[in-house]
Structures are given as C-alpha cells and as structure tokens.
C-alpha cells in the first residue's frame, strides 16, 4: 500500500522567508537534514487535515485548511517507512497564526524561517525540489517522481 502524507511551505512573502526544520541526528529518515514540516496521514484522514496537524505538531504554527493551496506532488517508488511507494502532497499557504517553536524535539533539532535565497544545501531531496519549484512557479501543482525506473 502507498503511503500518504502532507507537506507545508509556510510562506512569508513579507519578509521573504519560509519555515523549515532540521530533522535529529537519529531521525529514522534524513537525519541531520532540512526539511519541510511533514507528516504521515492517519487513517480515514483527508490530507488537508494531515497538513494542518503535521504543522501545529510538529512547528506550533497554526493554518485554516482552505488556506492550503496544492504547490507540489512528490511520487517516490520507495521510502523508510514506505517500501512499496509513497505519496506527499506539498500545500503552499501565506496565512498562517503563531510564532514557531520545535515542538518535537526527539524528532527534530530546529525549526527555524529561512530567506528563500539563502536555502540549505543539505535539504531532503524530495521537499527540497517541491519547495525550489514552488518559488519559480508559486503554487501551481508539479509532480516529482523519485526512484521509479
């Protein structure tokens, strides 16, 4: 079965910055780098509903879900908790409440807003080219497929 997750870009145009975590050195997956907050859905869970959660749980910060607009698909063939594919619909939003903070420290060593022309080299490859795109294009849909032949 492919699993399903959720994705936000929490854009601050404003100021020219988007929020980012950086993923713990004993993550299961990408430890040590940058990535979009990011979470599995639960089941019976819209994916609009598992951005919302996925965000507050993981950054504090707060979204109303028809604030989300659909910026990116990422289609993998394989993950770490994902061995017979996964799907990740990254949502874009610029309206958001509350001040981020890393509320899941186990997890993640920060959460911090980064100028969208000083973004880290050492992102996940996936959220990384979602995020790039969605500053060219905005948030019109593309879709990145990952380790398919």
Avoid at 8 to 19: K, S
Avoid at 30 to 40: C, E, Q, S
Avoid at 62 to 73: D, G, K, Y
Wanted: hydrophobic share 40%.
């Amino acid at each position: 079965m492919t699993l399903l997750a959720a994705a936000v870009i929490v854009h601050d145009e404003a100021a020219d910055r988007v929020l980012l975590l950086q993923r713990g050195e004993h993550a299961k997956f990408a430890p040590g780098l940058w990535d979009l907050p990011t979470g599995k859905s639960e089941p019976g869970e819209p994916v609009t509903a598992t951005a919302v959660r996925e965000l507050y749980e993981e950054t504090g910060v707060t979204v109303a879900p028809e604030s989300l607009r659909v910026a990116h698909l990422v289609h993998g063939a394989w993950g770490v908790e994902a061995p017979n594919g996964f799907l990740v619909v990254v949502f874009a939003t610029r309206a958001w409440t509350g001040e981020p903070h890393n509320r899941e420290p186990r997890k993640h060593s920060r959460v911090s807003w980064t100028g969208t022309g000083v973004l880290p080299d050492a992102m996940v490859p996936s959220t990384d080219s979602a995020l790039r795109a969605y500053l060219r294009c905005g948030p019109e849909a593309e879709v990145t497929t990952r380790g398919w032949r």
